[in-house]
């Protein structure tokens, strides 16, 4: 399967994820509204998912795809059923500590992700009870990491990408059914959303055992000592084991920031660990369809690289990657800075969402969206290093950039408040970017191909364009007073951003711009 083929999968599947999570924010907005306790569960939601970043889908996946691939392109199969099984034995033990752990340490997580909470004091106490319900969430999804894992190895991408779907619909579910009826039955009604979570995470793992049986590494699981104790004296293992340490603290450093800038706006006015969480859903479909699809599909194929010495290859995959990826996120930013109240106002803006929430959650999103392309070129240039095996180097970048935003929201946070923790995660991103890029460079392991300088003008002239068309769209229409008109606005938004993507491919293909470079390449 092609790269531009294998990327589109994941971005279409991607795509389907975000909008049924959209669906679910926004259902979420319109009936819970804004409040102390909705800032109790998104903290008491993103304990579980920290862990997940950090443990499953971070520093493991950056060890484990990089080990399988040269395993499978070394030893055949049969050498990675071997490497999946010890693997994965490991990995059960170790989440059910983790699990058991957490539930017990509710309270002191609360605590340190937002201390702030305590000035609500019931609010305080529904995160930890929350934290509680849904802290067994990593379990699952960290074996669902394993098995995605496996079959993006396999080049099998749909179902890895397709299974977050699962979690919106069993959230959208708990929102329209549980919900009520907690109501009904006079229960607060945000506790029903633990059903929904704990419910995705179940169903996110069982669509992957078909998938795993498919290819034949479904992973035998040990449960006797001898076995957990071969599983972890196998080298390979080992290897996972110490590609991680590093990892584990280059992923760690940006769920760190993310713990301080939590932190910190759980001390700002009421509402803002919300605001934040709204906006940085927007921003997860430009990155997401763009970022994660391009590193999900790169990383196998750029080990697989490596493993065969092949750089010219290599360096071929990450210059496509990089390409593709200002030819999408440039114009996007574009839209998140000059666009953000009438995609806020259009999408959220319903039941107990007031208009004040649209003007908060558009600062933020603008803030995010100035460093969208860093956000983005991440994903693209730290498998450049972990497909080599560096793990420290993205490590050390990535603690550099952790200061960088510290320094920011000092300076940021008491002028624009929650958009300035916004903004400092954007800005902390162009420099974890540039700086991954530049040691890319120097190592010689990324070699540009010719013709970036035409391509970059070529891009600055679309999206600047495309930024006067918007800031007039922006300007022209009364995108809040039409709350009493929602299919008005969803209607005039949806023709503003195709005349949006025709004014902007117009201009790229008038400037002398071959699209199918992308395909062919």
């Known amino acids: 399967m092609s790269l531009i083929k294998s990327a589109s999968t994941v971005s279409l599947l991607t795509l389907a994820s975000r909008i049924t999570g959209l669906i679910r924010d926004v259902m979420f907005a319109s009936f819970f509204g804004v409040s102390a306790l909705t800032d109790a569960f998104y903290v008491a939601f993103r304990i579980p998912n920290l862990f997940r970043r950090v443990f499953g889908e971070g520093a493991f996946s950056q060890a484990f795809v990089p080990v399988l691939a040269a395993e499978r392109t070394t030893h055949g199969d049969a050498g990675a059923k071997r490497l999946v099984d010890h693997v994965s034995t490991v990995l059960l033990w170790t989440l059910v500590l983790l699990c058991v752990a957490g539930v017990i340490g509710a309270p ?112 035998r699981v040990g449960v006797v000592a001898a076995s957990l104790r071969a599983a972890w004296q196998d080298p390979s293992t080992r290897k996972i084991l110490s590609l991680m340490l590093p990892a584990l603290l280059g992923v760690s450093v940006a769920q760190i920031s993310l713990l301080i800038n939590t932190q910190i706006a759980s001390y700002l006015p009421a509402g803002s660990v919300s605001w ?13 369809l763009l970022g994660v699809a391009l590193g999900v599909v790169l990383m196998p194929q750029l080990a697989a690289a490596r493993a065969g010495n092949d750089d010219e290859r290599y360096s071929g995959m990450l210059d496509w990657g990089l390409r593709l990826v200002v030819l999408l996120a440039i114009p996007s930013s574009v839209g998140l800075l000059v666009f953000a109240v009438p995609l806020v106002a259009t999408l959220f803006h319903y039941g107990a969402f007031k208009d004040s929430d649209v003007a908060q959650v558009a600062l933020a999103l603008a803030g995010y969206g100035t460093g969208l392309l860093g956000l983005v070129s991440i994903k693209v ?20 950039a ?117 395909v062919t390449r």
């Open 108 to 219: 002191l997580m609360v605590w340190a992700l937002a201390s702030g909470l305590r000035k609500t004091p019931h609010a305080y106490d529904a995160a930890i009870l929350m934290t509680r319900l849904m802290f067994p969430y990593i379990g699952f999804m960290s074996l669902v990491a394993l098995a995605g894992g496996i079959l993006n190895t396999w080049r099998k991408f749909a179902v890895p990408a397709a299974s977050p779907v699962l979690l919106n619909i069993c959230m959208i579910a708990s929102i329209g059914l549980a919900a009520p009826a907690f109501r009904q039955l006079g229960l607060e009604p945000i506790y029903s959303q633990c059903i929904g979570v704990m419910a995705g995470g179940v169903l996110q793992l069982a669509i992957q055992v078909p998938a795993l049986r498919r290819i034949g590494m479904w992973p």
């Open 381 to 400: 240039l730290a498998p450049g290093f972990y497909a080599s095996h560096d793990m420290k180097t993205p490590m050390r970048i990535a603690v550099v």
């Open 276 to 288: 934040l969480n709204n906006a940085d859903r927007l921003m997860e479909f430009p990155t997401a």
């Open 402 to 518: 952790l200061i960088v935003t510290q320094l920011f929201n000092v300076a940021l946070v008491p002028l624009l408040h929650h958009a300035g923790l916004a903004l400092s995660i954007g800005l902390g991103a162009l420099v974890n970017a540039g700086s991954l890029l530049v040691f890319l460079l120097r190592k010689g392991r990324y070699k540009p191909q010719p013709g970036w300088g035409i391509f970059a003008l070529q891009v600055f002239a679309g999206s600047a364009l495309l930024a006067i068309f918007l800031t007039w769209a922006a300007h022209a229409f009364p995108w809040i007073e039409w709350r009493a008109e929602p299919w008005k606005r969803i209607g005039v938004m949806a023709a503003t951003l195709a005349a949006a993507v025709v004014i902007y491919f117009g201009a790229l293909l008038a400037a002398g711009l071959k699209l199918r470079q992308f």
